[in-house]
């Protein structure tokens, strides 16, 4: 059974740095598209950073120059390094992969920046 393994959230002080890690288990093919999206209660699911399977990245206006997403194709592994964190990045933070014909979703990962 696949499985997104979601690690690396916390509590940061604004102006702080984290890293967010989502494993994939379960399988031994390749992730297609990797993502990241983020949601705070009464809003919907943003999307914060994506890469593609020839490993190109792109990011929501939000976070462009502060987050940087990356991938370990041996690892089926996708990252998520945010710098200069904000109050407005608190969200809980999903991972979103497509493996083979379907789309999985990490069970999230809470990140707070406080002021």
């Known amino acids: 059974q696949v499985q997104l393994v979601e690690s690396g959230g916390g509590l940061v002080q604004a102006g702080g740095s984290l890293r967010l890690s989502c494993a994939i288990s379960g399988s031994i093919f390749r992730a297609n598209a990797m993502r990241w999206y983020r949601q705070v209660p009464g809003k919907q699911r943003e999307l914060v950073a994506g890469v593609t399977s020839g490993g190109s990245p792109y990011y929501g206006d939000s976070v462009k120059g502060r987050f940087t997403i990356s991938r370990d194709h041996a690892k089926n592994t996708v990252y998520l390094q945010m710098n200069s964190l904000k109050p407005e990045d608190t969200a809980v933070y999903y991972c979103?992969?497509?493996?083979?014909?379907?789309?999985?979703w990490g069970q999230g990962t809470q990140v707070t920046v406080s002021s």
């Open positions: 979103n992969v497509d493996l083979q014909l379907y789309t999985y």
